[in-house]
């Protein structure tokens, strides 16, 4: 006998076999294609289920996990690929800013890259030291700026300047302060990242960076900035780049750039910074290898790769999503099944103030029950994952082939949520943001304990 209504915990749902509807709307107005589900073993190296289970068990859900092999793992790659290369790699912590990751890529020899006093106070706390930050972002405010003059004695490593306007007032602070903060200029390249519109960041029209000419003449009048000491320019064109065509577009650019700023600047330029961008693998792309990345790297900023002065630049990258993006997961519970007269949803009890990322982008995570698939797998219907926001946005995934035999209580795993999950989350519809967990060794740690009720409330004042 077929059931239809709420899941309960004693049974399995069957939704009908969804019938050919005449005035069914047709779903290709959805971007999301029914996408094949990895499973967690294939597709997650570094969770095993077994933990993910006891995790849920132990503190119920929504909760994110994170897997320091996988983080550990992605940094070592991309340090591997430039191993000949004098680099280094600041972590670009808007994309999970937990303390604990931080330590953990602190750690490993990463620096921080920093976009908010916010940021930079977590980085102190996390126990970076000045040299390991680099500051970017296209509105710093004076305090800001301050702070990060006034971190340990010599203040940040560089300051990514995007405007004149900024670099007048980190000069003006600089002067006060009796310091001269070491600056990159962010240069805006021109360049199509041929990313979704929302993060890309290297076009003339975008308000990120400034465009050559500009560069070219705050170079040209330095001197009337002695609170600066330019060393040298930064790029990020992106996020999610599935292609390195744009990138080398964009690195051409840059070291026709530095080679102008060499003939103007009274001192040569110390260092590139190549931004972060790079895409992962989320559903069926294709993102191009690490070591592909690499190998662009070096063919322009490689060891042998010297300006007319003789010298190699070091390169510094800013990466977030390829560090720690598919290195954690988003752990969900089914409430139930309910049919509409077109859709099946399947209600979760995550949410996009959870993760707001297929909301705002329509990005693509795959959904995969803790279960044994191979259980589970029998009977699909093609059904909407979404959450309980009172928003049509709140999806976590559409058009998604699941298993009929989910029910409430069953636990779901959204992979390839550790960038860009947490750190974008909100309380929208009073919903107090998820714990956070840190697997390493067959073991997990509490990294973030779930909201409270109170601490919905905790700042206001009646
Ligand atoms: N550096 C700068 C200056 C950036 O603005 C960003 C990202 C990064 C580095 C790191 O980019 P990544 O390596 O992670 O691609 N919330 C969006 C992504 C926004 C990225 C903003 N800037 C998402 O969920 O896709």
Redesign the pocket.
Known sequence: MRREGPATSSGSYSPPVPERDANAQPLSHDSEKTMRQKSLSAGTPGFSSQVLKQIAQDLGTPTYVYSATLLKKNYRELVRGLKDVDHRIFF?M??NSNLSILKLFLKLGAGM?I?SGGELFRAQQAGALPRDVVF??VGKTPEELADALQFGKEGIYAF?VESEEELRLLNSIACRLGQIAPVSFRFNPDVDAKT?P??S?GLKFNK?GMHRAKVLELARGIHKFPGIRVQGVSI?IG??LLSLAPLENAFQRVKDLIGELDELLPEPLTHVDL????GICYSDEVAPSVASYCGLIRQFFGPNRVNEKGRALKVML?????LAGNAGLLLSQVLYWKKSERKHFLIIDAAMNDLI?PA??H?IHAVVPIKRLSALANQTVRCDIVGPVCETGDFIARNRMMSTRLKGGDILAILSTG??GFT?ASNYNSRPRAAEVLVSGGQYSVIRNRESLADLIRNELI
């Open positions: 670009a808007k994309a890259d976009v970017s972002g990514n979704h929302y993060i960041t990120f990020h996020s999610q931004g972060g961008g790079l800013e990466p977030g999503r390829l990322r705002l982008y990005s960038a860009y974008m």
